[in-house]
């Protein structure tokens, strides 16, 4: 086109040279690009790529909104054989943070990994040669969940499947990791003929001594008192001692053997009282101890004698010879002992192991629980979150401790934990109720109702610290609290200055500071107006209601689930349960009515008048500790003290409790009262003044 003809378009002169200058290098431009497509052309002609189908994929690709990657279609190299994946831990349920050595982990796995090959991964992430912060991995069971933490992976899906099927961007898998608390005996049962017969015992049954966990046995135990046999405290020799077998799994509890004739007494120093040979024990057959591995609740199984001999001769039965293991620091050899074991299979758990014995002909004389007396209260709670447990006649053995049970440790076991849950996780003065705390759920409030339930059930035991009201709610509903026990409980929840300062409030107008601290109590409890007098009682019912029935709510809920037959079934009515407190509750003259002594001489009288005295000067702490020290129990379940009188003198000289008596032995050489109540004050007041040291 000449200038003329462009001029018709573009009038200004300078515009129609910059045109023609754009369309001169537009064209040298274009003939670049030909030059380029050609060089793409040959580029592609040597990978395979056809052209025409390139064009459609990306066709393809724009009307579905997705970046295809045609260059890998015939690049089989390009293509990933590994893919990310994300791991991390839960424990018991609860996931890990990365302090308590869980974390996010963020891996490569082949493509071809199955749920095995991860948890074989995750098993080395989070368990670094065998250990973490929970413990061993021997001592878990371990599986693999998914992204919603749901055990639904199939054994033989891949990784690579499994981002095909989700379309996730990174998938996430957990450890699941729980502690073992199960084990059968199969294997036990079936012993090789030649280990057995040659007396060789494998590595795998080595006892393991440690103290770190509770344990549970059921059935009798060789060695263990009858009644009959506790009358007097013995010295433990070499010749007291019982024989026992135990046949124990790779574990962490502690070996227990138990010796023939045995008493306690809280005293630290062993008794001089003559022994006197007993009567041999009946006959209890031989017994077979289990250990189960873990952690937090090491559980013995004994398989007691058969109800009958005649059980014994079930042609199916093989008799079968267990030799002692090697002995070690806690335990010495003991001869070889002959068993008939029954063919069905036993478990380790206290149910199960109730059940079969059952079924087999056994018969299940008790249970008996070994706590540490440090962490009683949480042993304990773990121990009856099982239901069954109401069903079984308990015997309990401080670990670390000595002494056997003939009620007076199980009532040392319900005093121990109802003073501890009581000053730690209740709130008020002379009477209290249950605090709810975050690390307490249903699980644990109602094992605290169990233990309610048991303690009344096998010993008449009862809290008399916890709150009439409560108790009446516990047992009848929130409906049967009259008003006059509610606030009755309430003058014993306040302290006692408090108290006081109502009850004046009650009959007369307060001025000045003392209205100032009425005003303050009700601001502390929660109470939302400014009464007069009139209307204060109404006011502090309400305010009773919210602190003894409302806050607790969740707690009385889940304890009356599992208490609430039981002691429907003991009192009639809100009159009964009344009484009990009054009952149970000591005082000076109640306990110096238990006492039963029988002095011969005037120094004998003497000491006994001593003690009386000393008796009366208590307050209601000091009673309780004094009931405790000599019976076991805080409270008054007991029907009376056996007085003993013993001719100890000099740095020998001290008081002796058998809580299993109970029975007190008294020096008769006190010359004066002080000298008795300073004994006895430095007895009481010693923070082992309840341990069992005296077999």
Known sequence: MDDNSLATYIPIYGDRIATRRFCSEYQRKGERDVQRQTLL???????????????????????????????????????????????????????????????????????????????????????PNGQSKKGKLEDFTCNILDYQEDDILEEDMTVGELYSLLKMGILRFYLC???????????????PDERVENDEPEEKNNFSESSNSSEVMVGSYTGEPQAWQLADTLPLSSDDEGESVSFNLPSTSQNFVSPVNQSFSNN????????????????????????????????????????????????????LTISTLPSTSSLTEQPTHTFMLPAPNVSSSVSEAHRNTEQSGFEVVNVSIKLHRTKLMDELITQFKDPNILTYPLKFTFIDEKGADADG????????????????????????????????????????????????????YFPCRLAPAFTVALVFGEHSVSPDLLFESLLSY?????????????????????????????????????????????????????????QPKYALDKMSQVARTTFAHAFRSQLNIVEMYENMKPTARKVLKLFEASPATQAESQSLRYLQQYVRGLDQAGLRKFLRFTTGSDVLCIKNIEVLFTSLDGVARRPVAHTCGPVLE?????????????????????????????V
């Not at 009946?282 to 101890?289: E, L, N, R, Y």
């Not at 409890?525 to 400014?530: D, F």
């Open 494 to 550: 306040i302290s006692p200055e408090e108290r006081d300062l109502v009850n004046k409030a009650l009959l007369d107008d307060l001025l000045g500071d003392e209205h100032d601290e009425l005003i303050d109590l009700l601001d502390r409890m929660g109470a939302k107006s400014i009464p007069t007098r009139e209307n204060l009682k109404a006011e502090l019912l309400n305010v009773a209601h919210k602190l003894i029935i409302q």
């Open 41 to 127: 052309q040959k580029l592609r002609r040597k990978m395979g790529i056809d052209k025409n189908q390139e064009e459609s994929d990306q066709e393809e690709s724009y009307s579905t909104r997705k970046h295809s990657k045609a260059y890998l279609r015939n690049n089989k190299l390009a293509v990933r054989k590994t893919g990310k994946v994300e791991l991390g831990w839960i424990h018991e349920g609860k996931q890990q943070r990365k302090k308590n050595g869980g974390g996010t982990r963020r891996v490569d796995v082949p493509k071809e990994a199955k749920k095995s090959d991860i948890l074989s991964i995750a098993k080395e992430l989070f368990f």
């Open 409 to 460: 440790i199980s009532r040392d076991v319900y005093s121990a934990f109802w003073t501890e849950f009581l000053d730690c996780l209740a709130e008020g003065q002379d009477m209290r109720v249950p605090l709810l705390t975050p690390k307490w759920q249903e699980e644990e409030w109602k094992s605290v109702g169990r233990i309610l339930v048991k303690g009344f059930q096998d010993h008449g």
């Open 268 to 319: 630290s120093a062993p008794s001089t009282s003559t022994p006197t040979e007993n009567p041999a024990p009946p006959d209890m057959g031989p017994v077979f101890v289990l250990s189960n591995l873990s952690n937090d609740e090491g559980n013995f199984v004994i398989l007691g004698q058969p109800s009958s001999a005649h059980n014994l001769a079930n042609p199916n039965s093989q008799p």
């Open 666 to 694: 008294l020096p008769w050489t006190y010359l004066s009262f002080p000298e008795l109540r300073v004994e006895f004050d430095s007895i009481l007041s010693s923070q082992r003044c309840f341990d069992m040291d005296i």
């Open 177 to 191: 990791t729980k502690e073992r608390k199960e084990l059968t005996i199969t294997e036990l049962i079936n012993v």
